[in-house]
């Protein structure tokens, strides 16, 4: 008997009930709360010919902290979290791609750069195996890219949509596929992109013609107040009539 | 507790039954010089159910890289990395008349060179539970507890391994393993699973003609 007039196998029993009860009240709890997920591992350097071009690589604040959140039914929210692999991921994109790179603060960059390039994420989305019916954890990526002259003028940009995908054959939790089929998205990317830069109708065109500062872009004008058919103070009659 | 420790020793050495069956067809003449190199690899170029499972090609590339007749095996991975981003899903050719044009790439030929590719290994397939039955039920009260009843059930491995060979840029020729068998699960109070070991079975019996055919020794 123990001080309170019990038996200990009883107290130990309760004791271990509660333990149990505590267990799964914790276990339910992480199955409906938020599912956290980072992109963990390395990303190959790319085996290419090297693309004739010294550039600077702007990742933005919103690029290395880019975070998707969905809500899936019964399945609870999740949180993947892509922007903190972004900086590994361009620097050896560009180190196998460009013949040279460095990162910086903004758009406009000094000699011996040629431009700069501002990749963006602009949209992810994700699918469990349960959702589409079949075997695979899938992702996808849209990368937007843009490249500026060394004055920071636009020269253009281009859209890269990234897929990956991880069978549910090889990981044993949502967690570990999901990981695995962001990661086959992000060498997606890097893959297209490795092969592709050259050949983007803009790139191309920026290369051939030797890297040139391009004319700065017509800002948009802020809205008149007067109505369009209004002729300019300058116009002369005539020219004002036939507006 | 020795007689139940007894038991499940025994019931770790039970083995289901398994028939496994390799067939090859040999397209080219094969050989591995001194420094020669092969890989494993999956085809995920789109999403499909005879996509081959990762620790089965990882079985195949150990089982091939070892034992009696063993060849130089680079890891799947390890291949991917060093030829990034040519064998990618959405890159890697699909066929051998793809390889030519790769190769005529002066870094990837370099890198080839360097790691010493020979051949080219290409594995589909999977493994699959074709059949099930009996009932199994167990209790679980503070005297105790215990299971009663028999459950029986079928899996079938079904692997294709394409040869392709990385100097010739041809298709050296191909090699395939089926296998089935049935687990059993009878249960008295304890249950003991008899387990058919179907997927490792083929996985064996593939690497080991695969190790063969690449010798030419088949």
């Not at chain 1, 019916?133 to 490249?147: K, M, P």
């Not at chain 1, 051939?208 to 109505?227: D, H, M, S």
């Not at chain 2, 020979?118 to 059949?131: A, N």
Request: proline share 7%; aromatic share 8%; net charge negative.
């Amino acid at each position: 008997m123990n001080e309170i007039g019990k038996p200990i196998g009883a107290t130990a029993a309760r004791a271990g009930a509660f333990s149990l009860l505590a267990a799964v009240i914790a276990l339910l709890g992480a199955c409906a709360g938020t599912k956290h997920l980072e992109i963990e591992g390395t990303f190959p350097i790319p085996l290419i010919q090297k693309s004739p071009v010294n550039l600077g690589i702007h990742l933005d604040d919103a690029l290395v902290t880019y975070i998707h959140t969905e809500a899936i039914d019964k399945k609870g929210e999740w949180e993947v979290s892509i922007g903190p692999a972004q900086q590994q991921l361009f620097n050896n994109l560009a180190t196998g791609v460009f013949e040279g790179h460095t990162f910086v603060d903004g758009v406009i960059a000094e000699a011996p750069l040629d431009g700069v390039l501002r990749p963006t994420i602009t949209e992810v989305q994700f699918s469990l195996p349960s959702q589409t019916r079949s075997n695979y954890y899938e992702v996808w990526i849209r990368y937007d890219f843009q490249l500026y002259d060394r004055a920071g003028n636009l020269v253009g940009g281009w859209k890269l949509p990234a897929y990956g995908k991880a069978s549910k054959k090889n990981y044993g939790s949502a967690s570990n596929g999901l990981q695995a089929a962001a990661m086959a998205a992000c060498r997606d990317a890097m893959a297209f992109f490795s092969i592709n830069f050259s050949r983007e109708p803009v790139v191309a065109r920026w290369l051939a013609a030797g890297k040139p500062l391009v004319p700065p872009q017509p800002q948009p004008q802020p809205e008149q107040q007067q109505p369009a058919s209004t002729p300019p103070p300058d116009a002369t009659p005539d020219e004002a009539s036939s507006v | 507790m020795k007689r139940f420790a007894l038991a499940l020793t025994a019931a770790t050495l039970l083995n289901g039954c398994v028939t496994a069956t390799v067939q090859q067809i040999r397209q080219t003449e094969t050989a591995m010089a001194e420094g020669d190199s092969i890989v494993v690899m999956g085809r995920r170029n789109r999403p499909s159910q005879a996509e081959a499972e990762l620790d089965f090609i990882d079985c195949v590339s150990r089982n091939m890289g070892s034992g009696s007749g063993s060849v130089a095996v680079i890891s799947e991975q390890a291949f991917m990395d060093a030829m990034f981003p040519w064998f990618e899903p959405r890159t890697a050719p699909l066929n051998t008349t793809d390889l030519p044009s790769l190769l005529r790439q002066p870094v990837l030929a370099e890198r080839i060179r360097e790691i010493g590719l020979k051949y080219l290994v290409w594995l589909e397939g999977s493994t699959t539970r074709i059949g099930q039955g009996g009932s199994l039920s167990c209790t679980l009260t503070p005297g105790g507890g215990g299971c009663f009843g028999f459950l029986t059930w079928e899996n079938d491995s079904s692997y294709e391994a394409l040869i392709w060979d990385a100097h010739t840029a041809k298709t050296a020729g191909r090699v395939s393993s089926d296998a089935a068998g049935t687990s059993y699960m009878p249960a008295l109070v304890v249950p003991i699973p008899i387990i058919a070991r179907v997927r490792s079975s083929a996985c064996v019996s593939l690497a080991e003609q695969l190790k063969l055919f690449v010798q030419n020794s088949s």
